[in-house]
């Protein structure tokens, strides 16, 4: 059975909906946007900061869905669908389990679940070179394989429910529609500080303060996730 757009079953859309809201809340993605605004802060033009803000989140958008694309045409081609389905059960049990020990033992037994340590000062280089929106896609495209390692878990899980049974038209609307919900958190931090609600160090401060309260929630989600993948 090939299922389209239409045929997805609300239990399925809704595990696809809590999937893309834990991406959207982790603290990887926030933590990069911010850092990108704070080195714009020498740009006194708002508009500017918005405009370049949003196409550093535009080149996340895109790269985030060819991604998804490619791995899951990969896999089709490989005949690796059901196999994928159940193995990315068992992997979003334990990114949820690596989650949840963030919140109760942050930074210990070994790792954390962000973008690893040894990586950052890189990526911290690569946005400090953004002066225009075209840089700033073009930064996004890159910065996008830094954060995969703490941002594909649910996405990891999105491309394993959907490796099972599947049309390309289903794909083709399920990951715009994941991947606009995994950017909208962004998108709405870039309108409060251009509208002057808030501003980039008030929102890493928030980000700081609730680091582990947001790691428990995506843990939480990603458990859940894992568990009732295992038994669709």
């Known amino acids: 059975m090939v299922c389209s757009p239409l045929e997805i079953t609300e ?21 990069v946007l911010l ?3 704070t080195g714009l802060v020498v740009i006194k033009d708002k508009n500017i900061i918005l405009k370049t803000g949003l196409a550093f989140v535009a080149g996340l958008y895109t790269t985030y869905y060819a991604i998804g694309l490619g791995l899951l045409g990969a896999v089709q081609l490989a005949g690796l669908g059901f196999i994928l389905h159940k193995i990315v059960g068992i992997i979003a049990i334990l990114i949820g389990l690596a989650n949840i020990k963030d919140f109760f033992w942050y930074g210990k037994l070994g790792f954390v679940t962000e973008v ?12 400090k070179k953004v002066a225009s929106p075209i840089m700033a896609f073009v ?3 890159i910065v996008t394989f830094f954060e995969l390692p703490c941002t594909g878990g649910p996405y990891l899980f999105v491309l394993g ?3 099972k049974e599947f049309s390309w038209s289903a794909v083709l609307v399920t990951l715009l529609y994941y991947n606009l ?3 909208l958190p962004l998108v709405l931090i870039l309108l409060l500080i251009r509208f002057g609600y808030t501003t980039a160090d008030q929102t890493m401060e928030w980000k700081n303060k609730n680091l582990k ?10 458990v859940v996730l894992g568990v009732w993948l295992m038994f669709v």
């Open 181 to 183: 919900i995994f950017v």
């Open 35 to 37: 850092l990108l605004i």
């Open 161 to 163: 429910l959907l490796s």
């Open 11 to 31: 239990p399925t859309f809704w595990a696809i909906t809590g999937a893309a809201f834990a991406d959207s809340v982790n603290p990887c993605a926030i933590a």
């Open 139 to 141: 930064i996004g495209v």
């Open 116 to 127: 690893p340590r040894s990586w950052r000062p890189t990526m911290k280089g690569l946005i």
């Open 213 to 222: 309260i947001l790691h428990l929630v995506v843990g939480i989600v990603m």
